[in-house]
């Protein structure tokens, strides 16, 4: 019943978070990133068209004028070779109209004749000069043609030929100018759109290639992994390559397996967790009555029952201890350590008894270290740290001894303090940690150096020295074995304590 609700728990929370992480797909052609890059395109392509209008468009303009003027000084030519002869005015307005033009005046050595005219009007709104014309000029006529003209009387003179001193200045409406202008301005306009489409549309296919189909794939993998992250056949498989989203690729594949496999520890510690925590219970019923039992030891008048039962007692006490705070490592969290100042050779009393190394087996257990040097530090704690660097040293030098039985085995804790840290240093002559478990050190599940191993006991071992502020680490040694050393140091005295023991001190 426990397990069919945590399943439907465990089903319940996957479909929500399978509703959190939802994504959803663009909808038509401009709703994902290919749709909008097209159309940035487009947009771009059509700002540059507009760049390279204006100018054009203004040196049209001046070519138009100029070929009007440029006419109507060859007709000019014609009729001022003609002089005395006036010009008949039927002829003046077939002129006028092959020329575009109302009015038609040479300039020769500072003198100015009409040779042609009809209905000439009685004011002139422009007046533009072609012979030296800016380009911001030609710019700023053009667009006031463009968006004013249409329906002006406007004035152009300009030189013929390049000589100075002989000048030409026709009279005309700028309908035809505006119009030619707005087909000229249609032209571009529409040369424009295909240049953009063209471009955009290869940008398109090109970048839709290269980079819209690798996001895609990258997003669809995490929406497929998102939905079941424990399947093995959701993780991506990377594209080959080189470039930034290959590389992407193969970080996001690398990203979903650590993602699987930490997924996998974790149930896994869930699982025991809950194991734990039912033979917890039980246990802890167990070790009390063997608590109440050794109570009694302490009144037997054996010398050697009241010498071993105070060592009984300590270490039932302790059991019971690890049974009451062994769910805290489920929870991630270790106890807070209640630190005291302790004589450290004492601690290590009680860690030479509880190791029960037999004499027989050739192991020996070596402490260096004064005896009057203090740790601050938490006694449970710290017997936890050493008994299990101690323990793992005595398993690794058994079995060391069935492949090299005359080897020298030799378990050396010594300790010293320098300034306000002690450093603690666990020595032995086995064979040393394997690069396995060097690459996975303190990682539970995955550190254990010998077969059959969890790896948690340096886990804990770690978590319990940084909860006290220290460093443990596996030092590199020129001889075979191994030694990890533990530095704690001591907390630190506030200014009132210091006075306080000052004080009592005098």
């Known amino acids: 019943m426990d397990s069919e609700q945590d399943r439907n728990v465990g089903e319940g929370s996957k479909a ?25 395109t487009v947009i771009f392509i059509l700002l540059a068209e507009v760049l390279i209008f204006v100018p054009s468009v203004a040196n049209m303009r001046l070519r138009w004028l100029e070929d009007r003027l440029n006419t109507a000084a060859a007709a000019a030519i014609v009729i001022d070779g003609l002089q005395p002869v ?7 307005k077939e002129t006028l109209m092959a020329t575009g033009t109302r009015a038609i005046v040479l300039r020769k050595e500072g003198t100015s004749r009409l040779l042609a005219t009809a209905e000439m009007p009685a004011s002139v709104d422009e007046q533009y000069d072609l012979s030296d ?16 003209g249409g329906n002006r009387i406007i004035r152009v003179f300009g030189p013929v030929g390049g000589d100075d001193s002989t000048g030409i200045e026709v009279v005309l409406k700028d309908t035809r100018l505006r119009n030619a202008m707005l087909a000229y301005s249609g032209s571009v306009f ?42 093995p056949s959701r993780v991506l498989v990377p594209d ?28 896994n510690l869930a699982a025991l967790g809950l194991a734990v925590s039912k033979i917890n219970h039980d246990m802890r019923n167990i070790l009390s009555a063997a608590q109440l039992m050794s109570d009694r030891l302490v009144d037997v008048d054996d010398p050697m029952v009241k010498r071993f039962a105070p060592k009984l007692l300590r270490t039932i006490d302790r059991a019971v201890g690890y049974t009451t705070e062994v769910l805290s490592f489920g929870q991630t969290s270790e106890s807070a350590p209640r630190r005291r100042r302790m004589h450290l050779l004492e601690l290590m009393d009680e860690v030479r008894d509880i190791l029960a190394i037999d004499p027989e087996s050739g192991i020996e257990f070596v402490v260096q270290m004064s005896p009057d040097l203090e740790v ?5 704690q710290l017997f936890r740290i050493i008994h299990n660097l101690c323990r793992n040293a005595h398993q690794a030098l058994v079995a060391f001894a069935e492949t090299a039985p005359d080897s020298i085995r030799r378990i050396t804790v010594s300790a010293r303090r320098i300034g306000s840290v002690v450093s ?18 303190f990682t539970a599940f995955r550190g254990s150096a010998r077969s059959g191993g969890t790896g948690l006991g340096l886990a804990i071992a770690r978590e319990l020295v940084l909860a006290h502020g220290g460093t443990i680490a596996l030092v ?31």
Do not use: W
């Not at 601050?376 to 449970?380: C, K, S, Y």
């Not at 020595?427 to 050190?441: H, I, Y």
């Open 476 to 506: 590199e040694k020129p001889a075979a074995g191994t030694q990890f050393r533990i530095e704690i140091p001591d907390r630190p005295v506030s200014l009132d304590d210091y006075r306080s023991r000052s004080f009592h001190e005098n």
């Open 240 to 267: 080959e390559g080189r470039d930034e989203l290959a590389v992407a690729g193969h970080h996001l594949a690398s990203m979903q397996s650590q993602l699987q496999k930490t997924l996998k520890q974790q149930k």
């Open 190 to 231: 529409f040369v424009s759109i295909l240049i953009s489409l063209f471009t955009a549309t290869l940008i398109f296919f090109a970048i839709n290639r290269m980079m819209i189909r690798p996001i895609r794939r990258l997003t669809d993998s995490m929406q497929a992994y998102s939905d079941d992250p424990e399947d």
């Open 424 to 441: 603690i240093t666990v020595d032995d002559t086995g064979p040393g940690m394997p690069q396995k478990a060097r690459e996975n050190l």
């Open 86 to 92: 006036e010009l008949p005015r039927a002829l003046q």
């Open 133 to 148: 014309v800016s380009q911001p000029t030609a710019i700023r006529d053009a667009l006031d043609t463009l968006l004013f």
């Open 16 to 40: 929500e978070a399978r509703t959190h992480l939802r994504f959803y797909r663009p909808t038509g052609i401009f709703g994902g990133l290919s749709g909008k890059l097209l159309m940035l």
């Open 376 to 380: 601050d530090a938490d006694g449970e």
